[in-house]
């Protein structure tokens, strides 16, 4: 090896001649490349076109008494890693794993929980949610969300959004159900501590001419290389400084060696990663009417998800948030990012359509939760929650919620 590739401009030189005696191998390479890509999101976009959804309204009675621990074996019940099993489903038919859609909303002040499914799934939804909740009432509603994207729409609604992410790799889990003791029982309902007592509260102190739309889409994790038990192990054994050590009796004394700190983060991962895993992919949106909007009321949306954060493992931040700081072309940028923010909701898109495919480099990527940590951002709450405006089964079946944004 010449010495001069020591150099910074020597190694820069030396790249160059290969990337120039290499030019004709590059072109072909690119070219593939892109008929491969466009191919993919030619024939993904034709399945989804033909997929039939419906959004289904759950009602839960006052006097329900279950733990997040329901909700969690609902998860695991529509957990489901059909549709792509196959090389000519995968890339002739352009078949996608299924996914569903998990939704709150607060329509000045009246909350209704929503699971969207495709009209093929609605029975087994339906099964698993009786399963768990006998009483429950479930009604097939009107879209909330099947608003027309335009200028006037933007000029009458003054919204905002974001897409939360973890702070922390997959593996490490946010601060779930059974961490606040919601998986004993005997606990009298008046001491229980449930986070979603805190965001049903907020979510009935929204005032008419406000909205609030939280959506957490959901797809099953495929078990292929490189999964998210995998890089689990991998922080494990980062942890415990093992160096891909796989020996139990080396890895028992790693173990006994180790911090306390140490050995409740390791405990904490292989809990987690123990479970069944959901690409997930979450969005907060807020909207009010031009002359009410509220900046107080993000505050409020955001820090609900504060009560999720457990320190030194995991917990949520606010990202791609609907927000322009500088010019140029201030206001041109920022209604796009809401175009494209209320876009991704009305269209549930994030795992393979327009929405994320073409920018991969710039948007962002679903991460990993577990059936426990979904399930403890997303369940019924039962007596605990007295909100008088959170809907229940009294309500009439296949209504829309009023005051719509369109």
Same mark, same amino acid.
């Given at each position: 090896?010449?010495?001069?590739?020591?150099?910074?401009?020597?190694?820069?030189?030396?790249i160059?001649?290969?990337?120039?005696d290499?030019r004709?191998?590059?072109p072909?390479l690119v070219?593939i !490349?892109?008929f491969?890509?466009?191919?993919?999101?030619y024939?993904?976009a034709?399945?989804?076109?033909?997929?039939?959804?419906?959004?289904?309204?759950?009602?839960?009675?006052?006097e329900?008494r !279950?733990?997040?621990r329901?909700?969690?074996?609902i998860?695991?019940?529509?957990?489901s890693t059909?549709?792509?099993?196959?090389?000519?489903?995968?890339?002739w038919?352009?078949?996608?794993?299924?996914?569903?859609?998990?939704e709150?909303?607060?329509?000045?002040?009246?909350?209704?929980?929503?699971?969207?499914?495709?009209?093929?799934?609605? &029975?087994?939804?339906?099964?698993?949610?009786?399963?768990?909740?006998?009483?429950? @009432?479930?009604?097939?509603?009107?879209?909330?969300?099947n608003?027309?994207?335009?200028d006037e729409?933007?000029? #009458?609604?003054?919204t905002?959004?974001?897409?939360?992410?973890?702070? &922390?790799?997959?593996?490490?889990?946010?601060?779930?159900?059974?961490?606040y003791?919601?998986?004993k029982?005997?606990v009298?309902? %008046?001491? =229980?501590?449930?986070?979603?007592?805190?965001?049903?509260?907020?979510?009935?102190?929204?005032?008419?001419?406000?909205?609030?739309?939280?959506?957490?889409?959901?797809r099953?994790?495929?078990? %292929?290389?490189?999964n998210?038990?995998? @890089?689990?192990? !991998?922080?494990?054994?980062k942890?415990?400084s093992?160096?891909?050590?796989k020996?139990? @009796?080396?890895?028992?004394?790693?173990?006994?060696g180790a911090?306390?700190?140490q050995?409740?983060?390791?405990?904490a991962?292989?809990?987690?990663?123990?479970?069944?895993g959901?690409?997930?992919?979450?969005r907060?949106?807020?909207?009010?009417?031009?002359? !009410?909007?509220?900046?107080?009321?993000?505050?409020?949306?955001?820090?609900?998800?504060?009560?999720?954060?457990?320190?030194?493992l995991n917990?949520?931040?606010?990202?791609?948030?609907? @927000?322009?700081?500088y010019?140029?072309?201030?206001?041109?940028r920022?209604?796009?990012?809401?175009m494209?923010?209320?876009?991704?909701?009305?269209?549930?898109?994030?795992?393979?359509?327009?929405?994320?495919?073409?920018k991969?480099?710039f948007? &962002?990527?679903?991460?990993?939760?577990?059936?426990e940590?979904?399930?403890?951002?997303?369940?019924?709450?039962? #007596?605990?929650?007295?909100?008088?405006t959170y809907?229940?089964v009294e309500?009439r =079946?296949?209504?829309?919620?009023?005051?719509?944004?369109?």
């Amino acid at each position: 090896m010449p010495l001069d590739i020591i150099s910074p401009q020597g190694f820069l030189n030396f790249i160059g001649r290969i990337v120039w005696d290499t030019r004709y191998i590059w072109p072909p390479l690119v070219a593939i !490349k892109f008929f491969w890509w466009t191919w993919l999101k030619y024939i993904r976009a034709g399945f989804i076109k033909d997929l039939e959804w419906i959004l289904l309204e759950v009602k839960i009675p006052r006097e329900m008494r !279950k733990s997040p621990r329901a909700m969690e074996l609902i998860l695991n019940g529509l957990y489901s890693t059909s549709g792509a099993s196959n090389f000519m489903k995968k890339y002739w038919l352009g078949t996608v794993i299924q996914w569903i859609s998990l939704e709150v909303a607060s329509i000045g002040g009246e909350i209704h929980f929503f699971i969207r499914v495709q009209k093929k799934h609605k &029975n087994i939804t339906e099964a698993q949610i009786y399963g768990q909740y006998p009483e429950a @009432e479930i009604v097939e509603v009107d879209d909330y969300a099947n608003f027309s994207l335009t200028d006037e729409f933007l000029d #009458g609604w003054q919204t905002w959004g974001t897409e939360p992410v973890l702070t &922390n790799p997959d593996p490490y889990p946010i601060r779930t159900y059974i961490d606040y003791g919601l998986d004993k029982a005997g606990v009298k309902e %008046e001491e =229980k501590i449930d986070p979603m007592t805190s965001f049903v509260e907020y979510m009935g102190s929204i005032q008419p001419g406000h909205q609030v739309w939280v959506q957490i889409l959901l797809r099953a994790v495929k078990n %292929e290389s490189g999964n998210w038990q995998d @890089e689990g192990k !991998k922080e494990v054994e980062k942890i415990l400084s093992m160096n891909d050590e796989k020996d139990a @009796e080396m890895r028992a004394r790693r173990m006994s060696g180790a911090t306390s700190g140490q050995k409740e983060i390791v405990t904490a991962i292989e809990k987690n990663i123990s479970k069944l895993g959901f690409h997930t992919a979450i969005r907060l949106i807020y909207l009010a009417e031009k002359d !009410k909007f509220n900046p107080s009321n993000i505050a409020g949306l955001v820090g609900t998800l504060n009560q999720y954060n457990y320190v030194g493992l995991n917990g949520f931040k606010p990202n791609n948030t609907t @927000e322009v700081d500088y010019p140029p072309f201030k206001d041109r940028r920022l209604n796009k990012m809401k175009m494209g923010m209320l876009s991704g909701y009305r269209d549930r898109g994030f795992f393979y359509d327009h929405y994320t495919d073409w920018k991969t480099f710039f948007a &962002n990527k679903p991460f990993v939760l577990s059936t426990e940590e979904v399930a403890t951002i997303y369940h019924y709450p039962g #007596g605990v929650s007295e909100t008088p405006t959170y809907g229940r089964v009294e309500s009439r =079946k296949g209504e829309a919620p009023a005051n719509l944004p369109f």
